[in-house]
């Protein structure tokens, strides 16, 4: 099993910035994809970025420009540094670990473990 712990959601205001990170530990290895998916009310769980284990990363076309994925292999973690953030990036976002990596990166079903999820608020 791998547990996933997210930080760094919060509250801002819109054109401002968050960084989100997520801890895995347990039974994680390093050439596992990790990403992010987003869930807004009423609307389902949307693909937001990936990262392989050598780094190349993978966007979706709402964040692209704006929100940047990042990892550290040695500390089992992923960042998701987001910059100009608008009214329509609430949501509660989730750090997601899929151990197969030419599954594609934008369904919740080829994701075998996810975190619990941290609240992103943006005001206009």
């Known amino acids: 099993q791998v547990q996933l712990v997210e930080s760094g959601g919060g509250s801002v205001q819109a054109g401002g910035s968050l960084r989100l990170s997520c801890q895995a530990s347990g039974a994680f290895r390093s050439d596992y994809v990790m990403g992010w998916f987003r869930q807004a009310p009423g609307k389902e769980r949307e693909f937001v970025a990936a990262i392989t284990w050598n780094s190349q990363t993978h966007l979706n076309d709402p964040v692209k420009g704006r929100f940047t994925i990042s990892r550290d292999n040695a500390k089992k973690m992923v960042d998701l540094q987001m910059n100009s953030l608008q009214p329509e990036d609430t949501a509660v976002y989730y750090c997601?670990?899929?151990?197969?990596?030419?599954?594609?990166?934008?369904?919740?079903?080829?994701?075998?473990?996810w975190g619990q999820g941290t609240q992103v608020t943006v005001s206009s």
């Open positions: 997601a670990v899929k151990t197969i990596e030419w599954y594609s990166d934008y369904y919740t079903e080829n994701y075998e473990y």
